[in-house]
């Protein structure tokens, strides 16, 4: 690969990318690295994990696709998608980058200590009751797609070809089958 190409395509760790696009964290939000890692030949992914005074942020680039995750500095291993929280509390997308997750942080950054702080046992109940709704809604949604594999199935079924070959009489044949190649792979 031409050198020039390969510069273009190579990415710094994600602490150098944090530094340079969101400095604001470090300087004005009182963040700082604890830990990070960056692993050039894996897709360049990297990891960064920021502790502030209120909560711990972890940016995570995983094959070029960038997720921030927070905990409470009381459970620092709690870790909690940060865009399903932001979903959850404030219901706020975030962009997955970034410059995405960026000025959501800026701008309610006291409302996110408060949440993972104060008040983390209403955050917990809030997010366990999100995940059951977006787990009901999913589920509904795939039971809807799912008729369509069963009517498919059911008008296969229907003709005399798709009852002979969905029948057991088929099983038993195949069944059958591999019995005799079995006992004749000695012989051949």
């Known amino acids: 690969m031409d050198s020039r190409l390969a510069a273009v395509f190579e990415l710094k760790p994600i602490k150098d990318q944090l530094e340079e696009k969101l400095p604001w964290l470090f300087s004005e939000l009182g963040f700082r690295i604890v830990s990070y890692s960056f692993d050039p030949a894996h897709f360049d992914n990297s990891t960064a994990v920021l502790e502030g005074p209120s909560f711990r942020l972890r940016f995570v680039r995983d094959m070029g ?41 800026r701008g309610r950054l006291a409302d996110l200590a408060e949440a993972l702080g104060p008040k983390l046992p209403q955050t917990i109940q809030l997010l366990d009751r999100y995940a059951a709704e977006r787990y009901k809604i999913m589920t509904q949604y795939y039971a809807s797609r799912r008729p369509l594999g069963d009517e498919m199935l059911s008008r296969i079924r229907a003709t005399r070809i798709g009852r002979i070959v969905t029948g057991p009489l088929i099983w038993v044949l195949i069944v059958v089958l591999l019995w005799v190649l079995y006992s004749w792979r000695g012989r051949l």
């Open 65 to 105: 696709l960038i997720n921030a995750q927070v905990a409470p500095v009381s459970d620092p291993e709690r870790w909690s998608d940060l865009k399903f929280v932001y979903e959850a509390v404030f219901r706020e997308t975030p962009e997955p980058t970034l410059e995405g997750y960026g000025p959501l942080l």
